[in-house]
């Protein structure tokens, strides 16, 4: 759920940090099934989670680097276009992420119920 | 979408030679499906106001090359209060050299204020290169640092020891004493070739007694000790035993060199042949002058002592409390 906000640098700062590692774990989810950047871009939207192109492009490169996703130029609707998988290396990290965050969001559910 | 067009090359431009077309192409593929998607849902061409929206929503071409870099800073966050400190450092010793040579070479010309105002309008260009140089050091050692991955090498036993607060020393005041120190030796090692540095207009008619000569070395050998010490202090704040011997070591040297020069009874002699001005008479001045050095040198030794018995009183005095915690019960090292 969203929550509104009054406009705060500290707070957006925070965000950004927050947000920066929850998109990578998004982009690696969404991954499982093949996707080109501009679609990739949509479905994250669509989720809640919208991305700046100028972000996600340059993620996707990092991550095709580190070995967790794999790219492919390919034609498709009379044009080429570059998708992206996630990698088998990619796919045991983001089983390792998925449960290092059920295991920060426990840990914070029971702070915060103290 | 000339616009378009326009835009990527722009993007192009600021891109990494070796990945430009891969990247321009990628970045053309998704936003042409994203205008399409666009037109779809709009059910007609985008005007050039859509289009500007959606690339404006993009980026700017230089922040959206920007992103594709792998090195986004050029001095990261770690080096970066260390860069600033060091950059204090370079920039005032530059105008404390400046100053300095700015008054020397007034004092070596016929136009004091113009030379002297010639020599300090030379900081800005100074304070350039020492700014310039700092910022390559330090993106270079973050460079090498990041590359090499030398950060979890590192080992603790390495840090410094535990230091007691009151041992602290004010690193302001030793980067001050090694400033002054080394204009003093910049000066001192001008004099041979302008003695007026020394002796002013009286140089004319006077001149430095022999045993200057055989003073000289040591005494430039103990000002860069003294330096060196200086700086030690400014690197690492804090009082040592090491560093209470070694000043103990250099006041009973300058006592040496003091001991010397007392011993040859002149210090400032006539030149052979040499006029003094009118209505002063030769014999007179320098016997004035030699009584003004035999006071000056007695009064150096005094100091000399009295810092002597200061710094055996404070290493003693540490000694004792640093045997006192190491004996008391969950003793700390001082």
């Known amino acids: 759920m969203a929550t509104a906000h009054v406009a705060d640098p500290a707070f957006d700062n925070l965000r950004l940090e927050l947000r920066r590692g929850f998109l990578t774990l998004a982009v690696l989810a969404a991954l499982r099934t093949e996707q080109y950047g501009y679609t990739l871009r949509k479905l994250l939207s669509e989720h809640g989670l919208a991305i700046d192109e100028s972000t996600l492009y340059p993620l996707l490169r990092r991550l095709e680097t580190q070995g967790l996703l794999i790219s492919e130029w390919r034609e498709e609707a009379r044009r080429n276009k570059r998708f992206y998988h996630i990698s088998e290396q990619g796919a045991q990290v983001l089983a390792q992420l998925l449960a290092e965050s059920r295991s920060i969001d426990a840990a914070l559910r029971g702070i915060l119920a103290e | ?334």
């Open chain 2, 1 to 334: 979408m000339e616009l378009l067009e326009r835009y990527l090359q722009a993007v192009r431009f600021f891109l990494p030679k070796h990945q430009q077309d891969d990247i321009v192409r990628e970045l053309t593929e998704n936003l042409v499906s994203e205008m399409e998607d666009r037109e779809q849902a709009c059910g007609r061409p985008l005007t050039e106001d859509e289009q500007v929206d959606i690339l404006r929503r993009h980026g700017h071409p230089m922040l959206v090359a920007g992103r594709y870099q792998t090195r986004q800073q050029l001095i990261g966050p770690a080096f970066f209060p260390i860069y600033v400190f060091a950059l204090k450092m370079g920039l005032g010793a530059s105008l404390l050299v400046t100053a300095v040579l700015a008054i020397v070479g007034s004092m070596l010309t016929g136009d004091p204020v113009r030379h002297f105002l010639d020599g300090l309008f030379a900081y800005p260009g100074r304070a350039l290169m020492v700014f310039a140089w700092t910022t390559l050091s330090f993106a270079g050692l973050d460079y090498a640092q990041s590359n090499l991955k030398l950060g979890p090498k590192w080992d603790p036993r390495t840090l410094p020891k535990l230091v007691r607060r009151e041992h602290w020393t004010s690193r302001g005041h030793s980067l001050f004493e090694f400033l002054i120190t080394v204009a003093f030796i910049a000066w001192l090692l001008l004099i041979p070739g302008a003695p007026h540095l020394l002796l002013g207009p009286a140089a004319s008619f006077l001149e430095l007694a022999p045993v200057w000569r055989l003073a000289y070395v040591p005494i430039l050998l103990l000002l860069a000790s003294a330096a060196a010490l200086s700086l030690t202090g400014v690197l690492r704040p804090y009082w040592t035993p090491a560093r209470s011997l070694a000043r103990i070591g250099l006041r009973a040297g300058t006592l040496v060199i003091v001991a010397i020069v007392h011993r040859a009874g002149e210090w400032v002699l006539a030149r052979p042949a040499a006029v003094a001005p009118d209505g002063v008479s030769l014999d007179r001045l320098v016997d004035v002058i030699n009584k003004g050095c035999e006071v000056g040198l007695a009064v150096t030794a005094l100091i000399g002592l009295i810092e002597i018995g200061r710094e055996v009183h404070r290493l003693r005095s540490r000694q004792r409390e640093a045997l006192a915690l190491s004996s008391a019960p969950g003793g700390r090292s001082a």
